[in-house]
């Protein structure tokens, strides 16, 4: 079955990269509202898509933010229903005088597309699209039942989808989520990836006096709030970048031999992992720096701030200080109590008589992996062997694709990232380009793995289901 579709899909490709460079001229940048009009145009480009594929009840799930794009098929009694996941968002193109091509004008050089949300990730988000539409066409339906959940607000941290999944359960269930999103680990090597590390966040404001006060003056007799901030975010780490916060990961699940093993198959070139950024090295050197960035957990000031900013100087005493904190987390550690743990260290070390206020608790992601053994990840295994002709090694993304660990919590089914994007391709950055190479085997590898999960019955993905939080 799966060869059949895979042959159309080749047979089409100049079609769909036709459709996917139409898609990538969209502006469909969901933090500037400057964008809305391309944020629609998307929208209805892809509703157009999956209506036109044959998908059913295509419509918009609205959460108040950017509305989600969904359509389903649910011609597969007894067959699993997997959530298949993307999103049509993309970063903002600046700076745009270091683009070689314009952002939202598709240009193909030396076998790569050029343009912005090529790679994240509009290209893998149109093969799932265009697989599906190839099984119905050459078919007449699909090895698995399909529910389409294609996100507008990944690239800025997903604000509303809890909204839109609570206010959507039943429509939503299923057996698992394959995504579309979360690419390759490695130009090299076959990889799978497995899981994210979670994210908490918060804001803290110190105060040490009343007012901002003239430095002649007061100066040496008084706290100065920057100094106490940059005194007191110095604390969370020790000289070479151990986390000093009691207990902060004493949750997380221990790391297993497997893990490791993995992690030093794709440790790469750390002198060049330093070289290209001209960054230090930090962090608890028991670890190595790919289990420092996938496998264990961080914490990071991501700004401070405080008294004069602006041009020439002002001889002032800061009354009052900020800073933006994050923690990236890893399975096992739950968000909530990981801020509280930061906001209890940042407490006991604080001097008496200064003032600490943190920005309220929101906007917190757990940290998702597939567990071994699962259906995905053993049908992916399978697929990925074939292909590449040895098994791939499991990868963790060191940063957090929100929608696993929610939709795990929310709707208690895991999620298998099956995107082709490859990490050296700029994304985020100008000039980020899709290798044309991955789109052919996308549109192999897709129907190879969605065959492989139409050969199980819904029934094996229930030892895996979890209870949701409701």
């Known amino acids: 079955m799966s060869q059949a579709v895979a042959d159309h899909l080749v047979s089409q490709k100049d079609a769909i990269l036709d459709r996917l460079m139409a898609l990538l001229r969209l502006p469909s940048v969901s933090t500037d509202p400057a964008y809305a009009e391309g944020m629609r145009a998307t929208r209805e480009f892809l509703l157009q898509r999956l209506e036109a594929l044959g ?8 959460g108040g933010g950017q509305p989600a794009v969904y ?56 093969i799932a699209v265009e697989t599906i539409g190839a099984f119905l066409a050459v078919e007449g339906g699909c090895p698995v039942n399909v529910k389409f959940f294609l996100e507008g607000e990944e690239e800025t941290g997903s604000p509303s989808i809890r909204r839109i999944i609570e206010a959507h359960r039943e429509l ?3 057996d698992a989520v394959l995504s579309a999103d979360g690419g390759r680990a490695s130009t090299t090597i076959p990889t ?5 590390r979670g994210l908490c966040k918060l804001e803290v404001t110190l105060r040490s006096a009343g007012k901002d006060m003239h430095s002649g003056r007061y100066g040496g007799a008084v706290r100065n709030a920057i100094h106490e901030l940059a005194r007191l975010v110095a604390t969370l780490h020790d000289a070479e970048g151990r986390i000093q916060v009691p207990g902060f990961d004493s949750d997380a699940t221990p790391l297993t031999n497997r893990d490791r093993a993995d992690a030093a198959e794709l440790a790469g070139d750390e002198a060049a992992f330093y070289a290209g950024p001209q960054a230090l090295p930090h962090g608890d050197p028991l670890y190595s720096v790919r289990e420092r960035t996938t496998l264990r957990p961080s914490i990071d000031v991501n700004g401070m701030w405080g008294g004069y900013t602006g041009a020439g100087s002002k001889t002032v005493i800061a009354a009052e200080a900020h800073a933006k904190i994050t923690a990236r987390l890893v399975p096992g550690q739950d968000p909530d109590a990981a801020r509280q743990r930061i906001v209890d260290h940042l407490q006991a070390h604080c001097p008496e008589g200064v003032v600490l206020e943190f920005s309220p608790p929101g906007g917190n992601s757990p940290s998702s992996t597939l567990p071994d053994g699962h259906p995905l990840l053993v049908a992916a295994e399978a697929v990925v062997r074939e292909a590449a002709g040895r098994a791939p090694a499991r990868a963790r ?19 298998l ?27 192999r590898g897709w129907p190879a793995l969605l065959s492989r999960l139409g050969e199980q019955e819904a029934a094996s993905f229930a030892p895996w289901r979890r209870a949701p939080v409701i």
């Open 55 to 62: 998908l059913q009840n295509v419509r918009l799930l609205d």
């Open 71 to 126: 359509g389903e098929w649910l011609g597969a009694p007894g067959k699993p229903t997997i959530v298949v996941y993307g999103h049509y968002d993309v970063q903002p193109p600046d700076p745009l005088d270091l683009w070689v091509t314009p952002p939202f004008e598709p240009s193909i050089r030396d076998g790569r597309l050029y343009a912005r949300g090529a790679s994240d990730v509009k290209g893998s988000t149109l």
């Open 172 to 174: 939503l269930a299923a």
């Open 192 to 196: 799978l990836n497995t899981g994210s």
């Open 397 to 415: 993304i060191g940063g957090t694709l929100p929608i696993t660990g929610i939709f795990q919590e929310m709707l208690g089914i895991d999620t």
């Open 417 to 443: 990232m099956f995107g082709y994007a490859m990490p050296d391709e700029d994304v985020h950055a100008p000039n980020e380009f899709f290798r044309l190479a991955s789109l052919e085997e996308g549109l």
